[in-house]
């Protein structure tokens, strides 16, 4: 009944920025926490960010503080991740994930996250 569609993705050169976003209906928004992960051919799900409930905490993978920002709008029942300073070696494609309604933690774990998108393709070429 969760439903997650990722958009925004794409072709960017090195040092570009990239705005995704990732839609959810079916369900109140405000009551998921929210990550990001992404995954790359013959690689493992890789954590990227989360985001609580309110937007008031967040949790980024160490490679990816001061370069990305996720953020919510819970109103518009979206989840962002704001990527800066690309470089080809973020070619992936990015998924969009939700906890189940009553927890809280904004874990890094994808096994603690119930709901999942479809991805979008990001590009980042030299």
């Known amino acids: 009944q969760v439903q997650l569609v990722e958009s925004g993705g794409g072709l960017v050169l090195a040092g570009g920025s990239l705005r995704l976003s990732c839609a959810m209906s079916g369900r109140s928004f405000s009551d998921y926490v929210m990550a990001w992960f992404r995954q790359v051919p013959g690689k493992a799900r890789e954590f990227v960010a989360a985001?609580?409930?309110?937007?008031?905490?967040?949790n980024y993978a160490d490679a990816e503080k001061g370069r990305f920002t996720s953020s919510r709008d819970n109103a518009r029942n979206t989840v962002h991740l704001q990527m800066n300073s690309l470089m080809p070696e973020d070619t992936a494609v990015y998924f969009c994930a939700a906890r189940g309604r009553t927890f809280l933690r904004v874990s890094d774990s994808e096994v603690d996250y119930r709901y999942w998108g479809q991805g979008t393709q990001v590009t980042v070429s030299s």
């Open positions: 985001i609580s409930r309110s937007g008031d905490l967040t």
